[in-house]
């Protein structure tokens, strides 16, 4: 079992930035493909950024590619996700997922392992 946990979330400008951290524990994340997604009132879950056992892939949704970048460090046990240039649209609340079923998986069921996901409110 892989405990996660996400913090880092907040109000922040559209324009501005956050850092959201993942830190988990139970079992060591390198044997894990981490991911990132969103889910919005009303919307479905969405992907929004995984990054490989190694960290050298990553993977990103459309809407927020080159502004949002996710990294790992595996000695820490902890996935990181910058996001810079934040829209209105990015306002959702980000959960951290693990899993293990083989790279550049985009669907929530792909995934074994949740947080219980942390809150990003971008005001315009």
Known sequence: QVQLVESGGGLV???GSLRLSCAASGRTISSYIMAWFRQAPGKEREFVAAVIWSGGSTLYADSVK??????RDNVKNTVYLEMNSLKSED??????AAGGRG???RAPE???YWGQGTQVTVSS
Do not use: K, L, N
């Open 103 to 105: 790279w550049g998986r």
């Open 91 to 96: 306002t959702a609340v980000y959960y951290c």
């Open 66 to 71: 080159g502004r949002f970048t996710i990294s």
């Open 13 to 15: 400008q559209a324009g």
């Open 110 to 112: 792909g995934y074994d």
